[in-house]
């Protein structure tokens, strides 16, 4: 193969997992490509065995490869999501680190100004999004999972159009906490969230007024910030996780 250099460091693992990330994001292997066997990287390496199993797994923790099983396995590439964000905020979280009153100041700040940045920037596929999102609100569900799902699927639109991948990415990671929580505590859904209540965010993106839609976002997270914040004290009670005094 000759693209990988010999490993001469104390830390080679590390070493490994940069060249073959490096690899990754210049694209010499493309999403849906397998790496080479771990048998091929011992000998371009010059490493062991071990070394090699050690840095592709921190490649499929990271989110770069999926390994699959079989005689045709082996370490694939995938392409990168947002969802490693989401999770490593969701074990800060889980941790103790992140408390219930930083994620809803968060959601305050941040989502009226991803709404303002969607009505710049949404695409007429994104709006039509937005609507079929408003839509599915009003639809019957029996569980707690696909009620969070339906409520959150506007905020994901959102985020998506606001053409921020900063934005989208600390979006959908507060989404993700939000979702954690309301799943575990399973509140009154009908008083923290009604159907059609994102519709004043909806209609000022679909009129691109970036400041309306700032305006009606902020609102609403006014209302369900507060609701958020009521919900710490089940939580933790349902979870068992102690309230650290420090946040």
Do not use: W
């Amino acid at each position: 193969m000759g693209q990988f250099k010999p490993i001469r460091q104390i830390r080679v693992s590390e070493e490994v997992l940069s060249q073959l990330k490096e690899s990754i994001l210049l694209g010499k292997f493309k999403s849906g490509e397998k790496l080479p066997s771990e048998r091929e990287l011992t000998e371009e390496f010059q490493v062991s065995r071990g070394v090699i199993r050690e840095a592709i797994r921190a490649l499929e923790i990271t989110g770069f490869v999926e390994l699959r099983q079989g005689p045709t396995g082996g370490a694939f590439v995938i392409d990168l999501s947002f969802d490693h964000v989401g999770n490593a905020f969701l074990d800060l979280f889980l941790a103790n680190k992140v408390s219930i009153p930083e994620l809803a100041n968060v959601r305050y700040y941040i989502e009226p100004e991803v709404a303002s940045l969607a009505a710049l920037n949404a695409t007429e596929e994104d709006k039509k999004r937005l609507m079929d999102a408003q839509e599915e609100e009003f639809l019957t569900v029996t569980t707690t999972t696909a009620r969070i799902t339906k409520f959150q699927k506007v905020h994901h639109v959102i985020a998506e159009s606001c053409q921020n991948h900063f934005y989208e990415a600390i979006s959908k990671s507060m989404l993700r906490l939000t979702y954690e929580v309301v799943e575990a505590v399973d509140p009154d859904h009908e008083a923290l969230h009604i159907p059609g209540e994102h519709r004043h965010i909806i209609e000022a993106v679909l009129d691109a007024d970036s400041e309306a839609a700032r305006k009606a976002m902020q609102i609403h997270m006014q209302k369900f910030c507060k609701s958020l914040l009521e919900m710490e004290t089940a939580y933790r009670k349902k979870t068992g996780i102690e309230l650290d005094s420090g946040n």
